[in-house]
């Protein structure tokens, strides 16, 4: 992941730094692990609203720049060019 900046520093500690938390994209929420602050969510339900700062490992991050660059490329393509297999 060298290069690539995916997060905003997080500000609690103002800068880029992995901590020991949940990864909170695709693994077992029961496993700490290396990972990157990626943002503050917050969403609206039934009982309210809920908001908490999310976190993910690499690889998880690895997998959403992916997902981020795909959809990025679809949109930038003209429009007789987009959704041609």
């Known amino acids: 992941m060298r290069g690539l900046r995916l997060t905003t520093p997080d500000p ?10 949940r990864c909170w994209i695709g693994c077992d929420p029961e496993v ?12 609206s339900g039934v009982a309210g609203d809920a908001s908490a700062d ?19 490329y679809e949109r930038d393509r003209p429009e007789h060019l987009r959704n041609v297999s």
Not at 12 to 21: F, G
Not at 54 to 72: F, K, P
Request: glycine letters at 2%; one cysteine or more.
């Open 12 to 21: 609690e500690r103002r800068q880029d730094e992995r901590t020991l938390d």
């Open 32 to 43: 700490k692990r290396a990972v990157m602050w990626v943002g503050r969510a917050t969403l």
């Open 54 to 72: 999310v976190y993910a490992c690499d690889a998880c991050l690895a997998h959403l720049y992916a997902m981020a660059r795909a959809a990025q």
